[in-house]
């Protein structure tokens, strides 16, 4: 069976500085792997993917992600954030070779402090 | 073009009655997907549609908890006889394919069910 595991539930950081939030995933094969964004009271907004090829993702309102196999993970970056990335963030893992299912992590909050 | 919706936003219910949730997806999208969110948790899936058949059920807790998409778009979640442990966000997605690869879900805002 598939998981995640966030294991930071809350970070905080000071506008400006650079953000890397963790995620590792279990998984028999190449998994699929999302990142989400949950803002107060909104759905979730994909931020970022990765299905196969580049291990460096990019994503949108600058967001990046690298996938590391051997480390089994899929950690968000920005270099700069800005108070607007306050939001709580999920990792998730689809199986590949079909689409059901996404297994997600607990989140992370993230905090920004001007 | 228009995301998925879900109504209500807000239902509060009493122990025991029964509630409907909607979704509309995303027009043309093949597959409609049900999670729910509890307080501090992320989001666990119920439910998978291909279609307008239930391709995967394997994450509804119980019989009480049944879904359909009898046109193969709009789907409807029932929960009969509620209990306050049924009280979370219900979180609907769709995405265009559903099958043969890899796909991405698009989420709805959710209705966030209250049982008293």
């Known amino acids: 069976a598939q998981s995640v595991t966030q294991p930071d539930i809350h970070i905080t950081v000071s506008e400006g500085a650079s953000l890397e939030l963790r995620c590792n995933y279990s998984?028999?094969?190449?998994?699929?792997l999302f990142w989400y964004v949950q803002s107060p009271g909104q759905g979730l907004q994909l931020l970022l993917k990765?299905?196969?090829?580049?291990?460096l993702v990019q994503g949108i309102k600058g967001f990046e992600a690298e996938f590391k196999r051997s480390q089994s993970s899929f950690n968000l970056r920005k270099p700069s954030v800005h108070w607007s990335d306050a939001a709580e963030y999920f990792c998730?893992?689809?199986?590949?070779?079909?689409?059901?299912?996404?297994?997600f992590g607990t989140g992370t909050r993230l905090q920004v402090t001007l | 073009g228009a995301g998925v919706s879900q109504t209500p936003s807000n239902k509060v219910t009493e122990k025991g009655k029964y509630v409907e949730l909607r979704c509309d997806p995303i027009?043309?999208?093949?597959?409609l997907y049900w999670y729910r969110q509890s307080l501090g948790q992320g989001p666990e899936f119920l439910i998978y549609?291909?279609?307008?058949?239930?391709?995967?059920d394997s994450g509804l807790p119980n019989d009480r908890f049944f879904a359909v998409r009898p046109e193969g778009s709009v789907s409807t979640l029932k929960i009969q006889r509620t209990e306050r442990g049924d009280s979370a966000v219900y979180l609907c997605?769709?995405?265009?394919?559903?099958?043969?690869?890899?796909?991405?879900?698009?989420f709805g805002p959710g209705t966030r069910l209250t049982v008293l």
């Open positions: 997605a769709s995405s265009p394919r559903g099958s043969g690869g890899p796909d991405t879900q698009y």
């Open positions: 998984y028999g094969a190449t998994p699929y």
């Open positions: 990765y299905f196969s090829g580049d291990t």
């Open positions: 998730a893992v689809g199986a590949a070779g079909t689409a059901s299912k996404l297994t």
């Open positions: 027009s043309g999208h093949t597959a």
């Open positions: 549609f291909q279609g307008t058949g239930a391709a995967d």
